[in-house]
């Protein structure tokens, strides 16, 4: 049982102001255990909320509250979870007439975990649903510090004299704007789904016969992660209980939604020496806000390999191959249709343990909408020392060239990851040490020439004390 009371009054009166409430809640609950595996667990609650109305408090609301859980748990085979609540709030009907509306939340959360045949097999299964009432959402831009934000005005673009969303573009440094989302006025009944699950194959757990086939099988493994968010207001709301995908991702119904399928294939995954990973990766959404709605798809392959030459050399190479589209109701800016090769290589070579020296370079190439394209190479070499036990100091820099043809003022961020048309330089610096347990002190500086701009000189040193 619980009680709570504020009130808020002028100095020298006894009249309650703004912000004063009260409220009672009283939850009983039984838990049952020992049956077996199992254990459940039931709590039933009354609360009232009294509001400010005509200077007293006077019931505003009453609400009845279900809470029910489930639990099953073997060793580490197998463990489920179900949890079930259920909040049923009525107004009285002088706080109707204040435009407070009746309604019923139902939150259903269902975690499973399986290990079987000796953990060669694992799955993980993730479901909620939650419904509820909701507002649409709209977009806005706010202005902040120079250097603190992700996006940058570019002007008027569509004409119609009005900073609006399709005037902002993302930019990788001096960003002085940044994306909000805010609540219009009118309220939308919806149901939230979230539901994931993840798969892990792997076969040497369970094949320990010296055969050649076997051999070969248990030098692979695999991760399957699935992933759905689903806020929706579709009236038949069995069909996204059910998870029914036709009715996903729709322009109608849909205010907020994503798919995602995420594909791992491992050749000799926990070898330290030489390791290969090919990664799929699709996904799907779609945004719906007050002036329109935006829907996105990203299709990557990507294939990275690690090996260690010897004790102090090492390498991960990548190369990834992307697909990725942004299609808007209304056409502005940030609309794409980018299709994008690059491969990368780290080199690292490590004479001692706190010493480290590395090389990277990449190459790309990449267009949008098969019009413009651009040619990206990267050099960048690192420097890092260890102070054992105490911090760490590091140097790195970068060389990058970046040529779009044709020339255009505004180029999608993602054609060049940010990178400025022409080349580039970036210098970094950081030293990090700690003096003792309680004083810690910390350098940085940030240079960067980019295109042809003139180069940017940031840096920031503290000294923090714990008492």
Request: hydrophobic content about 35%; proline content about 3%.
């Amino acid at each position: 049982m619980s009680y709570e009371r504020l009130t808020n009054k002028k100095d020298d009166s006894d009249t309650l102001e703004h912000g004063s409430y009260r409220l009672q809640e009283f939850t009983p609950g039984i838990s049952l255990s020992g049956y077996k595996d199992l254990s459940a667990d039931v709590h039933i609650g009354w609360r009232h909320d009294d509001s400010l109305l005509n200077h007293s408090l006077q019931l505003a609301s009453k609400t009845f509250i279900q809470n029910y859980t489930v639990r099953y748990s073997r060793s580490d085979l197998a463990s489920s979870q179900i949890g079930l609540t259920i909040r049923n709030r009525k107004f009285t009907e002088s706080f109707r007439e204040k435009r407070n509306i009746d309604n019923e939340t139902i939150l259903l959360r269902w975690q499973t975990e399986l290990n079987p045949w000796m953990k060669s097999i694992k799955l993980d299964w993730f479901y909620e649903i939650a419904t509820g009432q909701t507002t649409k959402l709209d977009r806005i831009f706010q202005r902040v510090a120079k250097g603190t934000g992700n996006y940058r005005y570019v002007g008027d673009l569509n004409g119609n004299r009005i900073m609006d969303p399709p005037d902002f573009q993302l930019t990788r440094f001096d960003g002085d704007y940044i994306a909000l989302t805010f609540p219009t006025d009118d309220l939308i009944p919806i149901i939230d789904l979230k539901a994931s699950s993840r798969i892990r194959l792997n076969p040497k757990y369970l094949l320990t016969s010296p055969g050649l086939l076997e051999k070969a099988i248990s030098t692979l493994s695999s991760e399957t992660y699935l992933r759905v968010e689903e806020k929706s207001s579709e009236a038949d709301r069995k069909q996204i209980y059910l998870l029914k995908f036709n009715r996903f991702l729709n322009d109608q119904t849909t205010l907020l939604g994503t798919n995602l399928i995420m594909q791992d294939v491992y050749f000799l995954e926990d070898d330290p020496e030489f390791s290969i990973r090919y990664r799929y990766t699709q996904r799907k959404s779609l945004a719906q806000y007050t002036l329109l709605n935006e829907r996105t798809y990203l299709h990557e392959h990507a294939v990275r390999v690690r090996w260690q030459f010897i004790k102090e050399i090492s390498n991960q190479s990548d190369y990834i191959k992307t697909h990725d589209i942004l299609t808007a109701t209304e056409r502005n800016n940030r609309e794409r249709n980018v299709r994008s090769e690059n491969i990368v290589s780290d080199w690292s070579y490590r004479p001692i343990q706190n010493i480290e020296l590395g090389f990277k370079f990449g190459v790309g190439r990449s267009s949008n909408n098969n019009s413009t394209v651009a040619d990206i190479n990267e050099q960048s070499v690192r420097f890092v020392y260890s102070f054992v036990e105490h911090g760490q100091a590091s140097a790195e820099i970068t060389r990058e060239e970046v040529s779009v043809n044709p020339p255009s003022f505004v180029v999608p961020y993602q054609l060049t990851n940010g990178k400025a048309n022409g080349k580039s330089w970036l210098i970094y610096l950081r030293f990090e040490y700690r003096l003792s347990r309680f004083m810690h002190v910390s350098v940085n500086y940030d240079g960067r020439s980019e295109g042809a701009s003139e180069t940017i000189h940031s840096g920031n040193a503290e000294v923090r004390a714990f008492f």
